[in-house]
């Protein structure tokens, strides 16, 4: 018993020094990891850690940064994003047996509604269009329509143009479509004997609506064409060549095609 009283106050002196110790040190702690920092006593000792530092509670994560292709530390490489390149401008010349001088229009790349800029000083004129409707038999129906457009002399060549270029705003609210395939472009147009040639590419032979739709879409073009009083008939050439049916529907495009044809 005389031997653990004896011992008590050596236990309570360290008890109270190492109290002291610890309170220095967490007085202390920011001088002493600035120290350590400093003199990069970690880095040495067990070599580079990681970029996590403990501060007052508050985790602080310095960015790393990476190479795609390695993995490894690197600088940030960026890659400009890949622009969307459309086909160029396609600038055809379409004319009439007129005598005049070829006129030019401009056709727009696929998938684009074709429109024209007209001057405020330009003298505008009227034309009829044939466009169709579909009614809730689905019945085709032959609609026509008059707009404005530029007066020319190649007015066949216009009206045709404007036909190619789809149904207008107040058209689309009547449910007015056009059957035309899309990408149809006029190559060349040209009166003879009252019998107008119209060359058209070869996306005018390919119809997703199948054979109403190739009967419509000709029904369109004679129709327009023979609004005027120089046309009685139409013969339709591809590509410049004379084809005997259109598509793969048996749709006869040998001959003229006259008002009397879709009877």
């Not at 005598?99 to 056709?107: A, N, S, V």
């Not at 119209?198 to 997703?208: A, S, Y």
Request: hydrophobic letters at 35%.
């Amino acid at each position: 018993m005389a031997q653990k009283k004896s011992n008590s106050p050596v236990i309570l002196f360290c008890i109270v020094f190492g109290t002291i110790i610890v309170a220095l040190f967490l007085l202390n702690a920011n001088k002493i990891k600035n120290v350590l920092d400093e003199t990069k006593f970690f880095d040495s000792v067990f070599g580079k850690t990681n970029t996590t530092i403990q501060v007052d509670d508050e985790v602080i994560v310095e960015p790393v940064e990476f190479d795609t292709k390695t993995g490894n530390e690197s600088e940030v490489i960026t890659i400009p994003l890949q622009t969307n390149t459309e086909a160029p401008v396609d600038i055809t010349s379409v004319t009439e047996d007129t005598g005049d001088e070829p006129e030019e229009h401009i056709i727009k790349s696929e998938n684009e509604v074709v429109s024209e800029v007209v001057s405020p000083n330009t003298e505008m004129t009227k034309t009829t269009l044939y466009f169709m409707y579909i009614d809730g038999t689905g019945s085709l129906l032959r609609k026509e329509v008059v707009r404005e457009v530029p007066k020319s002399t190649s007015p066949l060549t216009t009206t045709l143009k404007t036909l190619l270029n789809g149904t207008n705003a107040e058209e689309e609210e009547k449910n007015y479509v056009s059957l035309i395939p899309e990408g149809t472009r006029l190559i060349s147009a040209t009166i003879k004997d009252k019998v107008a040639f119209l060359n058209f590419n070869d996306d005018f032979q390919w119809n997703k609506y199948g054979s109403q739709g190739y009967f419509g879409q000709l029904m369109q073009i004679v129709y327009t064409a023979t609004e005027y009083p120089t046309v009685d008939r139409v013969q339709i050439l591809i590509d410049s060549q004379k084809l005997e049916f259109l598509g793969n529907e048996g749709i006869w495009i040998g001959s003229p095609l006259s008002r009397n044809s879709f009877d």
